[in-house]
């Protein structure tokens, strides 16, 4: 199969791929990406080795470098040799530490009337009527609780010490 993107290195684009290979202070991604332009390089004093064979001296999958070659021939060197930049920014964080806290402060407060103890979608329910969030999960209240350890169910929430009754 024909090679779909032929990098062909200039004398100064080696010169400065192989300092990056030869220095230290390289991080390893780098170091990876200019090793493996230099091993793909099909210009008159480069090796020119195929997809496959880079790939599998470098220890990454063919398409990681195909993606390298692409990158190089489309943008240049300065920007084939960095990671790429999400196009989407991450998610914002929904439920902080503070929106945690009130949750777990909640928990450990008395029982609504006419029940026992919370549950997990009681406490869910009742972090919407609080405005504590516009929306939560029940799978999300159990994650928190879960996290800090806190067990609905036990003797204690931890709101009180329990006393020890004297045996008779």
């Known amino acids: 199969m024909k090679p779909r993107y032929r990098v062909t290195l200039t004398v100064e684009e080696c010169r400065k791929l192989e300092a990056l290979t030869k220095t230290a202070k390289t991080n390893a991604k780098r170091f990876l990406y200019a090793r493996s332009l230099l091993l793909c390089d099909a210009g008159p004093q480069g090796p020119a080795w195929t997809v496959a064979d880079t790939a599998e001296a470098m220890g990454v999958t063919p398409r990681t470098i195909e993606h390298l070659k692409k990158r190089f021939v489309e943008e240049g060197l300065d920007t084939a040799l960095e990671r790429r930049q999400p196009e989407k ?67 204690s929430t931890g709101k009180s010490r329990r006393r020890r009754t004297p045996r008779s």
């Open 89 to 155: 920014p991450p998610r914002p964080v929904t439920f902080d530490g503070g929106f945690e806290a009130r949750l777990i402060a909640l928990a450990c407060s008395g029982a609504p009337e006419g029940r026992r103890r919370w549950t997990v979608r009681l406490l869910a329910e009742k972090a919407v009527e609080l405005t504590l969030s516009p929306s939560v999960s029940h799978m999300t209240v159990q994650r928190i609780l879960k996290k800090t350890n806190l067990n609905l169910i036990s003797g």
